[in-house]
């Protein structure tokens, strides 16, 4: 059975870079995922809205906190994640580094799912 | 005896028994329980003809035991049914295999250094979790708990128990080789213990990729640099290789060493160990050449640059060009963090007939290890220096966590 890993890329806050710089990186994201699809590594990949869209639920006491904004304000935070199955970590490893070298210089974290 | 075999087979059984067993604390408790059980009986029944293979063996059957019992679904009984199958199947043969994949997981680079040097000692080296925790100066819960974690992870990650691809071997090998200099180094000056594992490990190595010129680099230089232990500390304080009484190194090893550095020249790949070694080879012979040590710290430049390196040279050109020259390469060098720069500056300052209190001072405030503070100290005092140094900071030598030094041992 194959392990299931979180590919979570880490961004600077702010805006992103513009369309000229953008567009070239995108088409290689399409590229390196649909080729994680065709390999039957693929499971699931989403990009987010910036985090200022992001709204932070707390339970507490009887009641439910809600906060506007992310739930750590930092100088990065995640703004998309791939989930891909593989053997083991090398493997995993391998597509978190095809990954990193097209999204340079953003950072990837690899974990695995627990199941 | 059980001890020796234990100190000899300890990563053997254990290496097998993770391959087996798909798990490495079960293969560590599964060879446990057959020491224990050697420990009972060997003194009755005498020592088995191959001590080795009834270790392997009695810890796969205990492992076995241990499913059956414990076996509440099917997959351990499915487990249980593979071990008996394979009960017959090769026992010794992949051995050197086995030790090779567990060393490549021991070094993955997913670890942290610390980690990678805390595995192979535990499950390749057969060190107490205790031993460990010493001889890198932490807690003995801070050590378990780096254990525990690099296991944990090896597991719910899936770090691959396997020897790596052609294409990655050069990348990962280096990591292997780093983890045992960096032992090596830890213990070379006052914990034998530690630099006699390193050789161990080293002999292992060389034993299971005997193509590999890098792994007989290293295992040379480490023996050259281990034949002047005995030569290497007087009173406390470092002795400095030209002050040492050559009668003290064991020539054996230094016979061995030089043998090692003559067959990595005839293989004519050269690496960073391999040029070190040639290096501690061309002292092992004195008088010192000290063009040809200036000729191998260029080639090592050409390989492996580095300011460490580029210091070490300077050193090497006092004695072919002159304190002066030397001192100009050594000026150029942004190591202020490091003690050997200030060290080495004062030596040439002294030289030149210069102040080199300064010098020395900064060197002393940056050292760690207290004998090589002691060799400081004691070079201030004869300059008549010593009550001036009033911040003098305590004998603490904490753990050290970056990249072993290339040649620390050189001059």
Known sequence: ?115 | MIEEVFRAEYGRAVSVLTRLLGDIDLAEEAVQDAFTTAVRRWPVEGVPPAPAGWIITTARNRAIDRFRREAKGQEKHAQAALLEHEREAREVGDVADDRLRLIFTCCHPSLARQSQVALTLKLLGGLSTAEIARAFLVPETTMAQRIVRAKGKIRAARVPYRVPRDADLPARLEAVLAVVYLIFNEGWLDKADLADEAIRLGRVLAELMPDEPEVWGLLALMLLVASRREARLRDGGIVLLRDQDRALWNAELVREGQDLVRRCLRWNRPGPYQVQAAINAVHSDPPTDWRQVVALYDQLMAIAPSPVVALHRAVAIAETAGPRAALREVDALDLDRYHLFHAVRADLLHRLGEDPAAALRAALDRAEHPAERELLRERLRRLGLAAAHQQDHADDHHERDQEPHPDRHAT
Do not use: C
């Open chain 1, 1 to 115: 059975m194959k392990q299931q890993y979180l590919l979570s890329i880490y961004q600077p806050d702010g805006d992103p870079p513009p369309p000229e710089v953008l567009g070239p990186i995108m088409a290689d994201l399409g590229a390196l995922n649909e080729e994680m699809q065709a390999s039957g590594a693929w499971v699931f990949a989403v990009g987010l809205h910036p985090p200022s869209t992001a709204t932070v639920l707390r339970a507490q006491g009887g009641d439910v906190l809600m906060t506007d904004g992310p739930f750590a304000e930092g100088k990065e935070h995640i703004g998309g994640f791939t989930v891909v199955q593989a053997e083991d970590l090398d493997e995993a490893l391998e597509w978190g580094r095809r990954l990193a070298a097209v999204l340079s210089p953003l950072s990837i974290e690899v974990r695995p799912i627990a199941t």
